[in-house]
Each structure stands twice: as structure tokens, then as C-alpha cells.
């Protein structure tokens, strides 16, 4: 079954126990019950709007209606979520105190509780949005090898998704926080934009400025470069400056770290893209510490412990909005965020630097990731946080 048929399906069953619970028990005017039967399914309906408006030429604050769009969005979910353990623990207690099930039913009770269940699925959406649009959180990790020549400070960005609702102001904020770390390079590792070089122009000024003091900033593909058009991203990545690392690598100076990239390997292979580690790493050193870049938290054919020290992914946004996290959790085969050990190879997977859809994060904070790696004695090789 098509996704967007099985949403359809899915958007008029929660709109049609929504619409019945709030306003199907009581007294209500006409005006009343359509006015909230429209708001439920204009709500339901967001994403396709604001995907469409995205394809627009607005200017203005009209750019940022898709993320009222999509704030609709998460705001009836949640509505129906939190309505929904509120049912069912309200029938549990009810059973426990032998109460009749039918006093969920009455309509002046029904109506109190419904106006509580309405304030409070706002404030939780509200806490979503303060969470997507706050700067995100710094982490830090040590990361010690005896492959490592020079202490060096490497920070990873992950799914920006920058598109026109995305103001230069914020990308210019956030390039500010990465400089003011002093990295020694910039790794980005996919779903950086969501629209077309020419409509991210300005965005894209901003984002060049990660190359203050001659830094290297390294990219590859995700996913979201792939529905925005590779070849174009690929040519504006590269005329930024920056090292477009599409089945590439090369060392970071005399590190002794080799810094290598592929593209979105399930993306890529719906375009029958290939997938070509050993080109990745040809000019690898036997001796050298490589860090591949792979969207997708998948081990790509080819890698193993020998060739590769540390994989860093994005991709699954933590889940980016509780419940999500044990789908995403389930569909990335176990994987969600953090430090993993996939075939004996180390993997980071972050829970991304910005968001996509609804602007909101739910216990699934966003991250600019430090990776301190440093030279260490022979016998040693660890990963501590």
C-alpha cells in the first residue's frame, strides 16, 4: 500500500474519533461542529500543503505558513494522542471503581475535560517548538587511537534540512556557534537542504562561512538531497568550497586522519546510484584513522573493521517526536542515536542538528557533535564520552 494512501486512511480515522469525542457527545451549534470538523482536517492535511508552498515563490513572511502548516500538523496529533491515553486511562479507572464506562459520555463532564486536554496538548506542542528552534545542544567526545598523529577537533552536523522557511539569520546563528568551537574541520552528513540552490541562495552564503580561517568543510548526500535534485547539490556543495565527498576521500592534513564519504545508500539505490567504498578509500594509508560519512546508519558493503574506525550517521532524528522514537528505532534495525558497534565498526548516529516536518522535538533534543580525536599510546583504543 502507497504511504500516502495508508496517511489517508489513517488521518480519517483519528479525525473522525477526534471530531466524535469533542464535540459528538455535547450540544453543540452547526458552525460550531464544521468549524472544528475543518480545523481537524485542514490539520491532518498540513503536510501536503506545506510541501506545496515550499514549491512556491513566496517571499515575505508568507515563507514561513509551511511551518504553520505543519504546526497544525503536530498539534492535532498530539491532540489525539494525548486524548487517547487520557480515554484509556479514564476507563481503567473507571472499571477499578466500578463505575459505569458511559460516564465518559456525559456531556458537561466531557466537555470540562476536553477544554484541560486542549491547553494541555498546546503547551506540549508549544514545548516541541521551543525545543526544534532553540540552539542546539553541544556533546563532546574523546575519541583515542595510536593511528592519530595530532589532537584534533572535529564537529558533525547532521540533518540541517535548510529550505526557504529557513531564515539566513538562523543559519548564520548556527554557523556562529560551530566557528566559535574552533573545529579543526566540519563534517556534514546529509539532508542538509530541502528546495533548490537558486531559492537557498542566501542560506547557502551562510553556510559557506563554516570555511572561516581556511577550515575544511567535508558533505555528502542524504536522502533529501536526492527529492531536491544530487547533481545540482552536488556542483553548489562544490562551488561552495566545500569537499563534496561522493564515494571520495582524502587525508586531513598530516592528522593521520582520512575523512571519506558515500552517498544516502538507500536513496542511491532507488536512482541505481552505486555505492562505491573502495573508491571512497583508495587513497587511504594502511596506517591511517578513517572516518566514513554515510547518512543512512547502514554498514554499506564493503566496510569492515579494518578499513573503517568510525562511521558517523544522522538520518533517524532520535525520533525526533515521542512516540516515533521505537518506530524510527525498529525501522533503522535497532539503531536510534548515539555510539553503536555495527560489525565491529564504531558508529555515531546523531540526532541531528535541526529538524524536518513539524517544528517540534520531543524528548529527542538536537545536537552539534564534538569529536575530540587524539593520539594515544599503541595498546589503546576508546571511545569515551
Not at 539505490?269 to 566514513?292: G, S
Amino acid at each position: 500500500m502507497p504511504a500516502d494512501i495508508a496517511f489517508l486512511i489513517v488521518a480519517v480515522a483519528m479525525t473522525a474519533i477526534t471530531y466524535k469525542t469533542y464535540v459528538g457527545y455535547g450540544d453543540y451549534r452547526w458552525y460550531t461542529k464544521v468549524g472544528f470538523l475543518l480545523f481537524l482536517v485542514i490539520g491532518w492535511s498540513a503536510p501536503f500543503f506545506g510541501f506545496a508552498l515550499r514549491r512556491l515563490d513566496l517571499s515575505g513572511y508568507m515563507v514561513y505558513l509551511t511551518n504553520v502548516f505543519y504546526f497544525l500538523f503536530g498539534f492535532v496529533f498530539f491532540l489525539f494522542i494525548i486524548t487517547f491515553i487520557r480515554d484509556t486511562f479514564w476507563m481503567i479507572i473507571d472499571l477499578v471503581r466500578r463505575v459505569p464506562v458511559n460516564e465518559m459520555k456525559n456531556p458537561d463532564l466531557l466537555k470540562k475535560v476536553n477544554v484541560w486536554t486542549l491547553a494541555v496538548s498546546l503547551l506540549f506542542c508549544l514545548y516541541g517548538v521551543y525545543e526544534a528552534e532553540k540552539m542546539p545542544a553541544v556533546k563532546n567526545y574523546d575519541i583515542s587511537s595510536p593511528k592519530i598523529k595530532e589532537k584534533t577537533k572535529l564537529v558533525m552536523l547532521s540533518d540541517l534540512h535548510i529550505d526557504v522557511d529557513v531564515s539566513p539569520k538562523t543559519i548564520e546563528k548556527l554557523v556562529a556557534r560551530v566557528n566559535g568551537l574552533k573545529p579543526d574541520a566540519v563534517v556534514i552528513v546529509g539532508d542538509t537542504v530541502d528546495n533548490s540552490p537558486a531559492k537557498l541562495y542566501k542560506q547557502m552564503q551562510e553556510l559557506k562561512k563554516l570555511e572561516q580561517d581556511g577550515r575544511r568543510v567535508y558533505i555528502v548526500l542524504g536522502n533529501h538531497e536526492f527529492y531536491a535534485g544530487p547533481r545540482d547539490w552536488a556542483l553548489s556543495f562544490a562551488g561552495l568550497g566545500f569537499d563534496f565527498l561522493n564515494n571520495y576521500g582524502g587525508a586531513l592534513g598530516n592528522t593521520g586522519i582520512y575523512i571519506a564519504g558515500i552517498p544516502d545508500i538507500n536513496a542511491a539505490a532507488r536512482v541505481k546510484m552505486p555505492i562505491k567504498v573502495q573508491n571512497a578509500l583508495a587513497r587511504a594509508q594502511k596506517d591511517d584513522f578513517v572516518v566514513m560519512l554515510s547518512h543512512t546508519p547502514k554498514i554499506a558493503e564493503g566496510l569492515t573493521a579494518e578499513n573503517v574506525d568510525l562511521q558517523l550517521s544522522g538520518h533517524t532524528h532520535g525520533g525526533q517526536i515521542y512516540p516515533f522514537h521505537y518506530f524510527v528505532e525498529i525501522a533503522n534495525d535497532g539503531i536510534l542515536s548515539g555510539f553503536y558497534n555495527k560489525n565491529g565498526i564504531k558508529m555515531y548516529v546523531s540526532r541531528g542538528t535541526r529538524y524536518w516536518g513539524p517544528p517540534m522535538r520531543i524528548f529527542a533534543p538536537s545536537e552539534i557533535t564534538v569529536f575530540n580525536l587524539l593520539p594515544a599510546p599503541a595498546k589503546e583504543n576508546k571511545a569515551a564520552e
